[in-house]
Structure formats: C-alpha cells, structure tokens
C-alpha cells in the first residue's frame, strides 16, 4: 500500500513558477512509475508528467519545456517543477504511483490533489 501527499500548490500570476512536491509513503518506492495528472474544471483527467521507474520521462506536449518532473527515492518524494505558468495550467494536479509489477498498466495510488491557480 502507498498513500501520496501532494503540496506546493497555490495561486500564482502567469509567468510565475511554481513546485509541487508529492510524498510517497510505503515501500520500495523507487520501484514505481510515478505520475502528476491535473484536472480542470470541465475537463478530463490528463496526464502531465511521468517518471519511469525504469529510467526516463515524459511530458504533455503542452507542458513540454516548462514543466520538470523529477524524483528522489531517498527521500520518497517527486517533484514537479512548473515555470512560465499559464493561466490554462489551473487545475487540481495529483500524483499518482504505478507499480513496476502491474499486470493492469493503470496507476495504483493517488493523493487527494493541490490545487494551482495561475491568474492571468
């Protein structure tokens, strides 16, 4: 079982930046593919960064070269390091934690969201 915690959100002015950090609890984190997806009001669930437990990233187009995501298994924790907001990037953003050993490809776990709010 993992529980994730996810804080940094806020609200911010477009052109800002801003870091989400999403604490993992549990075991072996290192073995989990961990993803932050963000949701706005209206729309669906999106994935917007993921970081392999294997080795490697991937981003959003729409986030690409803005948005960083990066982990640390010492401590348990990724991160999403987001800059030159914009005011579409509002959105409840969680992380969420996929085994390396799944057998449905879904995430597992999700914390219960931070909110940003990038005014225009």
């Known amino acids: 079982q993992v529980q994730l915690v996810e804080s940094g959100g806020g609200l911010v002015q477009a052109g800002d930046s801003l870091r989400l950090s999403c604490a993992a609890s549990?075991?072996?984190?290192?073995?989990?593919?961990m993803g932050w997806f963000r949701q706005a009001p209206g729309k669906e669930r999106e994935l917007v960064a993921a970081?392999?437990?294997?080795?490697?990233?991937n981003y959003a187009d729409s986030v690409k070269g803005r948005f960083t995501i990066s982990r640390d298994n010492a401590k348990n924790t990724v991160y999403l390091q987001m800059i030159s907001l914009k005011p579409e990037d509002t959105a409840v953003y969680s992380c969420?934690?996929?085994?390396?050993?799944?057998?449905?490809?879904?995430?597992?776990?999700w914390g219960r969201g931070t909110q940003v709010t990038v005014s225009s």
């Open positions: 969420a934690a996929r085994s390396a050993f799944t057998t449905t490809g879904r995430y597992d776990y």
């Open positions: 549990g075991r072996a984190f290192s073995r989990y593919t």
């Open positions: 970081d392999m437990w294997s080795g490697g990233t």
